[in-house]
């Protein structure tokens, strides 16, 4: 049985905090209503709840191979990704499978807790360091909150691993001591909100809000020209740099409005999440139906994948469970039916922490 401590109050994130927070421009950024009055998320808010379906959770003992590193930099980022996926499949294995040896998974992630694994992002060149802890903390934060679902953790375990957790936020900033780039910063509100819910502390949650804030004007600004404001990488496309972002902040979205915040309706030049999407929907649709010229309008585009750090479509599935009756839903979801492994427990979207499916309880076909 699904139960839950009663959640913090979020009386002090409401107000000027908000409408004001120093890193969204109050001109580019305005806020729809209802739906965005912090006061009024539920007393259960949660990250996470039982999905509906877990067809696509892996089922079998996986608990995990990936080899724990205390220190991520540029250059040696690949055992958090893979910590970060293995996570995933143990996540999803306990939601499933009700012979899945849960307590070797627990012990395994108090291990990785007690050897204060990847709690150091250091830059030397390469990928950002802080953008996989933050995939980390995400991940953290999932597994301590579906734990506490079977009542899988004592106090002193929860303690444990929100202490370990805790020590990767002075990392999770943005601005010039911190993460630069849009998609990182869009990452660090992955990280905040989701260990902010998790762990009931609302200043983390209100930093991870506004993280967020300061991320989606990015996308929401460059609605049918991506890249305009902000592009910087010559290793991609302006729309490849465009869905980056969009998968942070579609499930930043997510996880905002499960928690009561109306966070698809947040506008920007006119625009919302919703618009965002609908727009690389119709473009998707278009590259299904003829490469070519997808290819003379936009360029390369490697994001149909099954398996990648970030080169993928698995925003998709996320918003889709929240809005499957959307007027372009049909055509993003058989867009999506075109990814290699979308249809199976081999999607992995490795940023977001494994197949999203599992997690969410989408059901693709």
Known sequence: MYTRRLKFSFALLAGASIFGCASVDKASVSFS???????????????WYPPTTTRLCAS??????ARLEKRLTRRGNEPGVAFVVALGANIGATISDTDFPVSDFKDYLLDAARNGAYTNASYTGGPSPIYIQGSVLRQIALAITVLEAIGALTISEREELIDWGDR????????????????????????????????DNQEVFQDGYDAHLRALPYILNNVGNPGVENFHRNTLTPLEEYNINLQSLVENAAMLHRAGINAFEIESNGKTLHDAVAWMAAILKDRTESLEAFREKWGKFRHFRGSSINYHLGWVPIYLTLFPEKEFAM?????????????????????????????????PS
């Not at 209503?33 to 990250?47: Q, R, V, Y």
């Not at 079998?60 to 191979?65: A, F, K, L, M, S």
């Not at 936020?169 to 998790?198: E, F, H």
């Not at 492994?341 to 059901?363: A, D, H, M, R, V």
């Open 33 to 47: 209503k209802p739906g965005l009055n912090i006061e009024n998320i539920a007393a259960t808010s949660e990250m």
């Open 60 to 65: 079998r003992p996986v608990i995990t191979e």
């Open 168 to 199: 990767m936020l002075v990392y999770q900033r943005p601005g010039a001591s911190g993460a630069k780039s849009n998609d990182s910063i869009a990452m660090i509100g992955t990280a905040k909100i989701a260990w902010g819910l998790a762990t």
């Open 331 to 363: 055509d993003l979801r058989q867009v999506f039916l075109k990814v290699p492994y979308s249809n199976t427990s081999n999607f992995t979207p490795k940023n977001l922490g494994g197949n999203p499916q599992c997690i969410w309880g989408f059901e």
